[in-house]
């Protein structure tokens, strides 16, 4: 249903050749070397601990492990990942 | 960042400690409800993070329902510190009145700059701009700098052109001033040559009009030189401005008496000292009684600057030194060198264009002083213009 529901939009991003997800409200991940990691878009906190933070960002689950990870900022449409990332896992 | 810091400053927030339970629940439950944590970590199964006091107030029920309990380690921001002086009226009365002041202190005209003057002294214009109703210590709404500046322009004709700026408890007032147009030249006027004093002429250049007197002629005073009008074979006459240098030998003559018995202003005890506090225009004395005269009083006015800003205070110290007049004798010989230096300083004062053939001097002594005479045998221009009247 929700595939359905994004298609238009879908369209509309291919036509003008903006980025993946932009107008469909899917996550904007940006890092910073790999010290910093900021989630933009609706995202909850799975799993937290200092070597390992799993984030569901609604299309998909992202996976940061590495060490001394913290959530420096959360807020219902953003987050902020610190510490030492050393590898980023995707799933769905 | 540094306005999100002081936003938060102001509003407060709070470090807490979410210990045991589901960290994570606790975390998206607190997005969910549009809560903004910072600044978290996990250690030991303990949440440390940071949120803003409202927010705190409100997860309760959050917290009640991740299982976790909630402790807060350390409070930061302003309605702290109010809170924990809310019963000290004195510290919030000494606030308000802080402000209160300094809004009334700020409510002044504490400096006038005068700027632009060259000729003018500015304290003229001082004096001028407050018969105007600009000075320091004035209302700053109640003046009309429109108002003042038209006026000033009225009251100094010298003036040309002013502005009265006010910036803060500055006023700048920008001048400029008159150039007056040259005056008109008289050489167009018909005029004859006159003699300014008594004597022999030596020399005349004539450069305009007619010849009256001849070299070696003696002439007084008022006697007629050179013609303005000239006579043309015609028989027409015409009115000229006589021009000439008629230089003659004069007779001058110079006197000075000085008397034996001379009088003198000496200091007596050691002076004093009376500091008045000018402070926002108001004139606090710093002493008490008054000083008896007669007396010389020299003052100093200490008037303190910060950046080329003058305080809107100073202390004006008058040093009184009281005087007595003494009489005392002089010997001849003093009084001789006395009355040659005086005829010297006259000489210099009244004779200094003129050229100076000769002099004779005679002294004579008085049984209550000295008189000298000196005489001298002088060369100079005795041309005068007198205009000539001519009924139309």
Redesign the interface.
């Known amino acids: 249903m929700s595939k359905h529901k994004h298609r238009p939009l879908q369209y509309l991003s291919n036509a003008l050749e903006l980025p993946e997800g932009l107008l469909s409200g899917g996550a904007h991940l940006e890092l910073r070397s790999n010290r910093e990691a900021v989630i933009d878009g609706k ?8 070597s390992k933070i799993k984030i569901n960002t609604g299309s998909g689950i992202i996976k940061f492990c590495g060490r001394n990870l ?7 449409d953003s987050a902020i990942i610190r510490g030492f990332i050393c590898t980023i896992d995707f799933t769905d | 960042m540094f306005m999100l810091w002081l936003y938060r400053y102001i509003t407060g927030y709070v470090k807490f400690e979410a210990i045991g339970g589901f ?2 629940r606790f ?2 439950l ?3 409800n ?10 030991d199964e303990t ?1 440390i993070g940071f949120m803003q006091v409202r927010d705190y107030k409100k997860i309760r029920k959050i917290a009640k329902k991740a299982q976790v309990r909630l402790k807060v380690q350390k409070r930061y921001g302003a309605v702290f510190i109010i809170h924990r002086y809310r019963k000290r009226t004195g510290l919030a009365v000494g606030f308000l009145l802080f402000f209160a002041i300094l809004w009334f202190l700020s409510s002044f005209i504490w400096n006038i700059n005068i700027v632009g003057n060259k000729n003018i002294s500015s304290q003229v214009i001082l004096q001028k701009l407050k018969s105007v109703g600009v000075y320091e210590g004035r209302w700053r709404g109640s003046i009309n700098a429109e108002e003042a500046r038209l006026s000033l322009l009225m009251e100094m004709p010298e003036l040309s052109w002013a502005a009265v700026n006010m910036r803060g408890t500055l006023a700048t007032v920008d001048v400029r001033e008159t150039v007056k147009p040259p005056e008109k030249t008289t050489a167009d006027f018909p005029c004859n040559i006159v003699a300014a004093a008594d004597g022999r002429i030596v020399s005349i250049k004539c450069y305009e009009g007619t010849k009256e007197v001849q070299v070696g002629e003696a002439v007084t005073k008022g006697d007629l030189l050179i013609s303005g009008t000239v006579e043309l074979k015609n028989s027409m006459t015409l009115f000229k401005h006589a021009k000439a240098d008629v230089y003659a030998e004069t007779v001058r003559e110079l006197n000075c008496f000085i008397p034996f018995e001379q009088t003198d202003r000496v200091s007596v005890r050691s002076p004093k000292k009376r500091s008045v506090l000018t402070l926002f225009s108001v004139d606090i004395p710093l002493f008490l009684g008054s000083v008896d005269e007669p007396y010389d009083a020299k003052k100093t006015v200490w008037n303190p600057e910060i950046n080329g800003v003058r305080l809107p205070l100073c202390v004006t110290t008058a040093t009184f030194q009281l005087k007595k007049e003494v009489k005392f004798n002089i010997t001849q010989a003093v009084a001789v060198d006395m009355a040659k230096k005086q005829i010297d300083e006259m000489c210099k004062q009244q004779l200094s264009p003129i050229l100076i053939k000769k002099l004779e001097q005679t002294c004579s002594v008085q049984p209550n002083g000295v008189y000298i005479t000196q005489k001298f045998l002088c060369k100079e221009n005795i041309a005068k213009d007198e205009n000539i009247l001519i009924n139309k």
């Open positions: 995202c909850t906190v799975l799993e937290y601990d200092d913290s959530i420096c900022s959360l807020c219902s | 960290s994570e975390l998206n607190c997005a969910i549009g809560i903004t944590v910072w600044g978290s970590s996990l250690k949440l």
